[in-house]
């Protein structure tokens, strides 16, 4: 209880090391192997709870796996245009999910990330032009890694590959096609409320969130507490919603409870709040049972 967020560690180091100041940790350079290590531990953590594997004969957990299958089948029945999915997480239980629509060969010119990447082959593939799936991670995501020389990011549509950069050993698994100097590093973005974005294709990943949402005719929300530290996407909402001209895009916000609707609507005044939670959203819509009404119908029949 007397410990410090992991968010306030990774701002304070942020902050040193731009700063040019020195925290008693030791030398500049302790600062940023400080840093690294911190992003490898939370990346070891978010690893460790990405194989989701939901107990059925548990009522709780039953229904995850059921308020979980229901989100992919909402995200697959958008109406028009491809499935655009802006995402601040860096697990990707639900994308994964998303990818097994598509061949291996098609995974290039379907699937858009929002910058070039290489296969786990090493050929580099191209943006998608017409992409039917659009999945946009702002913070970075565990199926990627790095190259710090040519700066390509790799991808692996199948499951996490993070945990290539923790590796001692050497060889083509964690090596880019352009060296043999130094394993692939993970490609997250710190939990830090001093970020400083400079990886080109973090940045190109932006750029492509902020058209898809300014261009969008709807935009649902779900789960984000709009923190008013969160400066960079506040921004990006913000941009992204005036930058649509006269015609705005119908805006729904779902969260569990109404704590952050002053914040939401201050930036979207006709945008509509959903405070029941994600379950009862899907319910709606049309894409998750009732388990209230089921047990309320068996009370009545018994």
């Given at each position: 209880?007397?410990?410090?967020?992991?968010?306030?560690?990774?701002?304070?180091?942020?902050?040193?090391?731009?700063?040019?100041?020195?925290?008693?940790?030791?030398?500049?350079?302790?600062?940023?192997?400080?840093?690294?290590?911190?992003?490898?531990?939370?990346?070891?953590?978010?690893?460790?709870?990405?194989?989701?594997?939901?107990?059925?004969?548990?009522?709780?957990?039953?229904?995850?796996?059921?308020?979980?299958?229901?989100?992919?089948?909402?995200?697959?029945?958008?109406?028009?245009?491809?499935?655009?999915?802006?995402?601040?997480?860096?697990?990707?239980?639900?994308?994964?999910?998303?990818?097994?629509?598509?061949?291996?060969?098609?995974?290039?010119?379907?699937?858009?990330?929002?910058?070039?990447?290489?296969?786990?082959?090493?050929?580099?593939?191209?943006?998608?032009?017409?992409?039917?799936?659009?999945?946009?991670?702002?913070?970075?995501?565990?199926?990627?890694?790095?190259?710090?020389?040519?700066?390509?990011?790799?991808?692996?549509?199948?499951?996490?590959i993070a945990w290539q950069a923790f590796r001692i050993d050497s060889d083509e698994d964690n090596m880019c096609e352009c060296n043999d100097r130094d394993i692939l590093?993970?490609?997250?973005?710190?939990?830090?409320?001093?970020?400083?974005?400079?990886?080109?294709?973090?940045?190109?990943?932006?750029?492509?969130?902020?058209?898809?949402?300014?261009?969008?005719?709807?935009?649902?929300?779900?789960?984000?507490?709009?923190?008013?530290?969160?400066?960079?996407?506040?921004?990006?909402?913000?941009?992204?919603?005036?930058?649509?001209?006269?015609?705005?895009?119908k805006i729904i916000i779902v969260q569990h409870g109404d704590k952050a609707k002053p914040a939401y609507i201050s930036l979207f005044p006709n945008a509509k709040y959903?405070?029941?939670?994600?379950?009862?959203?899907?319910?709606?819509?049309?894409?998750?049972?009732?388990?209230?009404?089921?047990?309320?119908?068996?009370?009545?029949?018994?």
């Open positions: 209880e007397t410990m410090p967020m992991v968010t306030e560690v990774f701002s304070m180091v942020d902050y040193a090391i731009n700063a040019g100041e020195l925290l008693p940790i030791g030398t500049i350079a302790d600062h940023r192997e400080f840093r690294h290590l911190l992003i490898l531990a939370i990346t070891d953590i978010i690893m460790s709870d990405f194989e989701v594997d939901w107990d059925r004969n548990d009522p709780t957990e039953g229904r995850q796996a059921d308020v979980f299958n229901a989100m992919v089948r909402y995200l697959k029945a958008t109406p028009k245009g491809p499935i655009n999915l802006i995402s601040t997480n860096y697990d990707i239980t639900l994308e994964s999910r998303l990818y097994y629509r598509f061949q291996d060969s098609n995974i290039a010119k379907q699937v858009d990330l929002g910058y070039d990447w290489r296969s786990v082959a090493g050929k580099v593939q191209t943006r998608a032009s017409k992409p039917e799936l659009r999945v946009l991670k702002l913070h970075g995501s565990l199926d990627t890694l790095h190259c710090p020389y040519c700066g390509h990011v790799y991808f692996n549509p199948y499951g996490t590093g993970v490609h997250i973005v710190s939990m830090s409320l001093v970020r400083d974005i400079r990886d080109a294709n973090l940045l190109s990943v932006w750029r492509s969130a902020l058209e898809t949402l300014r261009t969008a005719n709807e935009g649902v929300i779900i789960g984000y507490s709009m923190p008013q530290e969160d400066l960079a996407i506040r921004s990006l909402l913000m941009r992204a919603y005036h930058g649509a001209g006269k015609k705005k895009p959903f405070d029941q939670g994600l379950e009862q959203y899907l319910i709606k819509k049309g894409f998750l049972s009732d388990t209230s009404q089921s047990s309320k119908v068996i009370k009545k029949a018994k």
